[in-house]
Nanobody, 122 residues
């Protein structure tokens, strides 16, 4: 089993920045897919940013050029640097992991954090 814990959310003014962190713990050595999703009130959960074990990255069009996903593989952690925040970025942000390696054992399950709120407002 793998547990994910987010940190770093909160209230920020439009144009400001926040850095979200996700720490993975439990039975794992490596992760194939590390990602951030978000869910705004009344909307479906959507992919914000994704980082692959191979180094590939993908971003939602709405955050390209403003958000950056990065990882610290030694700590099984990843981050979402959010700059130039807009009110439309207000949502609960979830970290997500899929494809977990423990030695030569592979777990194809998907794991989610509990979510952390980000509010962009004056």
């Amino acid at each position: 089993q793998v547990q994910l814990e987010e940190s770093g959310g909160g209230l920020v003014q439009p144009g400001g920045s926040l850095r979200l962190s996700c720490a993975a713990s439990g039975s794992l050595d490596d992760i194939n897919v590390m990602a951030w999703y978000r869910q705004a009130p009344g909307k479906e959960r959507e992919l914000v940013a994704e980082l692959l074990r191979t180094g590939g990255r993908d971003y939602a069009d709405s955050v390209k050029g403003r958000f950056t996903i990065a990882s610290d593989n030694a700590k099984n952690s990843w981050y979402l640097q959010m700059n130039s925040l807009k009110s439309d970025d207000t949502a609960v942000y979830f970290c997500h992991a899929a494809g977990i390696w423990k030695g030569t054992d592979f777990d194809n399950s998907a794991y989610w954090g509990e979510g952390i709120p980000v509010t962009v407002s004056f």
